[in-house]
């Protein structure tokens, strides 16, 4: 499972080069997806007004809802200072889950603002998508 973070979904929006080709190539294969979590899309939006249309207008991009067990575990990483709302989520999201199995990746340009053991991958990496 692929989860972009605020930037990641802000980049997206704004028409990264290496996001698009990667929100591109998700579309064409049945079953991946990419997953913003709802707190990141709504941050994102309050930063860029429009955002979350341009993001949602890609059919690979899906949002992982802030349910009832998501939110009661997000408000006890804030609460433990794991970061803001929305870093919260985002790793809330990346973390092992019973609905999803294998290694959640992290997609994001802030990677000191998740904790040792959470896969990140920065997205102005040169290998991203495999390019060196």
Not at 97 to 100: D, G, I, L, M
Not at 114 to 123: A, E, K, S
């Given at each position: 499972m692929i989860v972009l973070d605020t930037?990641?979904?802000?980049?997206?929006?704004?028409?990264?080069k290496t996001l698009n080709l990667l929100a591109g190539n998700m579309a064409r294969t049945p079953g991946d997806l990419l997953r913003i979590p709802a707190l990141c899309l709504m941050q994102a939006e309050s930063a860029d007004a429009g955002a979350a249309g341009r993001v949602l207008a890609f059919s690979s991009v899906v949002v992982d809802p802030l349910d009832t067990t998501a939110s009661v575990t997000v408000g006890t990483m804030i609460r433990d200072g794991y970061g803001g709302a929305?870093?919260?989520h985002a790793l809330y999201c990346a973390l092992p889950?019973?609905?999803?199995a294998g290694?959640?990746?992290l997609l994001t340009d802030r990677e000191q603002h998740?904790?040792?053991?959470?896969?990140?991958?920065?997205?102005d990496s040169p290998g991203m998508l495999g390019f060196h």
């Open positions: 930037a990641a979904t802000l980049a997206l929006a704004q028409g990264h929305d870093t919260c889950r019973t609905e999803f290694m959640s990746i998740y904790p040792p053991g959470v896969v990140t991958v920065d997205i």
